[in-house]
Structures are given as C-alpha cells and as structure tokens.
C-alpha cells in the first residue's frame, strides 16, 4: 500500500490522486510514499518504547517517563519512518547519540537495523528490536 501525503493537511490520499480529498491542495506532483507498517521497539533493561511512528524522544518528549536521566537531552533525538526503513537523528543533543558505540552526527539519518544498540548519552543505552506490523488483509 502506498498513498500521498497532503503537504499542507497531511491527510493520506490515494497514490494516483491529484488534489487532496480534504483540502483541495494540489498533489499532482508530490511522490507517493509506501505505508509504514513497521514497530521499532527500543529496548531498556527496565522498560520498552514502542513507536509507529515518527517521535521525538528525550526528557521532555516522547519516552519521557523512562527517559529521566540527567544526560539525556529535552529534545535529544528524532526518529523517522521513511520507506519501509528506520532512522535516527540526533537533534543537537548535549551529550549524544551512539550507535553501536560510534556517536553520530547531529541533524543527520543514520538507518537502523535490528539488533543495534542505541545509546543516548553515553548512560542510558537502548536494544533496536523492528517488527512489521500485523497486516489487516490475510
Ligand atoms: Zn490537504
């Protein structure tokens, strides 16, 4: 399944349509996306944050109850759902983003793949476990 997002509504419309069924926007030009049907599970020895969809997490944002270390930023890291793949973007974060051990740029995606290890800051360290979402259609 695949679909159009309205740049000005976000509204999912069908791959082949040409102007937003909601706003009348014209999307004749923008590219259809593939429906994300994925389930990162970010993976602590205490606790599971489990997303679908485009969060950003830290002290003050998405995972905000488990993610009260001090080394962790407000507003630390961004995770994006682009086509069937995983990211993460450190957003300026104080202290970092790992993964596997390397830090990674700020403002840049770096795909994920299962089984890699996320660390924010150096102290709080996260298991990546992707999953496909159960398909509605058998
Ligand atoms: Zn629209």
């Given at each position: 399944?695949s679909y159009k997002?309205?740049p000005?509504c976000?509204t999912k ?6 102007i ?6 014209d ?11 994925l389930?990162l599970?970010?993976?602590h020895?205490?606790?599971t ?7 950003t997490?830290g002290?003050?944002a ?9 080394h ?10 682009e086509?069937?793949?995983?990211y ?17 740029k ?12 996320i ?8 298991k990546v476990?992707?999953?496909r ?6």
């Open positions: 399944m997002i309205c000005v976000q419309n069908e791959p082949n349509a040409v937003c069924s909601n706003c009348m926007t999307i004749s030009t923008i590219e259809p996306q593939e429906e994300n049907n389930i599970k970010l993976m020895d205490n606790f944050l489990s997303l679908d969809k485009d969060e997490i002290r003050k998405f995972g905000s109850k488990y993610l009260t270390n001090e962790i930023s407000r507003n630390h890291a961004k995770i994006i759902f086509n069937g793949s995983v993460i973007e450190d957003l300026n974060s104080t202290n970092g983003t790992f993964i596997n051990d390397s830090q990674i700020p403002k840049k995606k770096y795909k994920l793949r299962e089984a890699d290890t660390k924010l800051s150096s102290y709080v360290k996260l476990n992707i999953q979402a159960t398909p509605n259609e058998r």
